[in-house]
């Protein structure tokens, strides 16, 4: 019985690691440019609002490629060596309690980790501006997610807000993603492990094109 434990104990390391480690097999390449599954861990993505039509469509953009990726074959990785230490100072309470580890892709370029953003350059005006919800959030046991962009003073604005501390939540981001714009932010993770962000975009003029939920997964650490 004690073998038998060991063994599976074992097999499951294995198993971890070659998840984490290694990228997985490749899948059946999408048509149209959507390309292969796909780990990546370093360089811009942007999670793109796409409008064509009369459509709005969610997918991951590689800032400096011709092609999107699909949310549903990618894993977006953020390294060990994105830990940070959340800040002292009644306005980081919303990051999560003084001196905690974060994970944060950063709003600031760092060639070695992902730099994540928004885009929503190709939504007319009239359908702007893009009303964007987090409706969906899983993650390692008492873990939390954030959005949020450092201002000149080093203030944080936060756009979405999983951390349960009293009134830090947000689930829709504040007067939503103007049609024709693009920026970046820092992508705040707890802990280390999975994570599964389910997002909703809706034009909030014109016929109200929606998205429905799409699921982007990340891994931590």
Same mark, same amino acid.
């Given at each position: ?16 690691? $070659? ?23 370093? @360089? ?6 796409? &409008?064509? #039509?009369?459509?709005?469509? $969610? ?43 974060? &994970? ?9 980790? $992902?730099?994540? #953003? ?15 919800? $987090?409706? #969906?959030?899983? @993650? ?7 959005? &949020? ?13 999983? &951390? ?18 693009? #920026? ?38």
């Amino acid at each position: 019985m004690k073998r038998r434990s060991r063994l599976l104990s074992a097999t499951a390391a294995v198993i971890a690691a $070659l998840v984490v480690a290694t990228p997985a097999a490749a899948a059946p390449a999408a048509t149209g440019d959507i390309r292969p599954y796909a780990i990546v861990e370093s @360089g811009e993505y942007h999670l793109d609002v796409d &409008y064509s #039509g009369g459509a709005l469509t $969610l997918d991951l953009k590689q800032w400096t490629g011709s092609d999107d990726l699909s949310p549903a074959s990618t894993l977006l990785r953020l390294l060990p060596s994105s830990a940070r230490t959340v800040p002292s100072g009644s306005q980081w309470a919303c990051l999560g309690p003084a001196g905690a580890t974060v &994970y944060i892709a950063p709003q600031a370029q760092d060639p070695n980790l $992902l730099w994540l #953003g928004w885009n929503a350059v190709d939504v007319p005006a009239a359908q702007g501006p893009v009303r964007m919800e $987090l409706v #969906g959030f899983e @993650g390692p046991p008492g873990s939390w997610f954030t959005i &949020y962009n450092t201002q000149a003073l080093g203030t944080p604005s936060f756009k979405l807000n999983t &951390y349960g501390g009293f009134g830090c939540p947000v689930s829709v981001w504040p007067s939503g993603l103007t049609a024709g714009t693009y #920026g970046v932010a820092n992508w705040a993770f707890s802990h280390q492990g999975n994570y599964s962000l389910k997002f909703r975009a809706t034009a909030q003029n014109g016929a109200g094109a929606t998205s429905g939920i799409v699921t982007y997964t990340f891994h931590v650490g």
